[in-house]
């Protein structure tokens, strides 16, 4: 029995946009404190900007895997998909 093409590129796809997502939740709410000195210090994803780079990034990594997984693999876009993709 022949397995068709699209059937694991659409499980990898749907595999990393489960992972985008899951970054993009894990990175959003959580939030840390430590004790240093008898100091409390709270750390949370919107006191750095280079976190909310990454929450940004992987919200829009998670909509680009969104888009790809319902694409068809006939479709004119499909070249743009693997250039981007590559990229």
Same mark, same amino acid.
């Given at each position: 029995?022949?397995?068709?093409?699209?059937?694991?590129?659409?499980? =990898? %796809? $749907?595999?990393?946009?489960?992972?985008?997502?899951c970054a993009t939740i894990v990175m959003a709410t959580s939030h840390d404190s430590?004790?240093?000195?008898?100091?409390?210090?709270?750390?949370?994803?919107?006191? /750095?900007? /280079?976190?909310?780079?990454?929450?940004?990034v992987n919200a829009i990594a998670s909509g680009y895997g969104l888009i790809t997984?319902? $694409?068809?693999?006939?479709?004119?876009?499909? %070249?743009?998909?693997?250039? =981007?993709?590559?990229?």
């Amino acid at each position: 029995m022949a397995m068709p093409k699209s059937i694991p590129t659409f499980v =990898l %796809r $749907l595999m990393a946009l489960g992972a985008t997502i899951c970054a993009t939740i894990v990175m959003a709410t959580s939030h840390d404190s430590a004790t240093v000195l008898n100091l409390k210090f709270d750390a949370k994803y919107t006191n /750095s900007p /280079s976190f909310k780079y990454f929450v940004i990034v992987n919200a829009i990594a998670s909509g680009y895997g969104l888009i790809t997984l319902f $694409l068809p693999s006939k479709s004119s876009l499909w %070249r743009l998909v693997l250039v =981007l993709d590559l990229v």
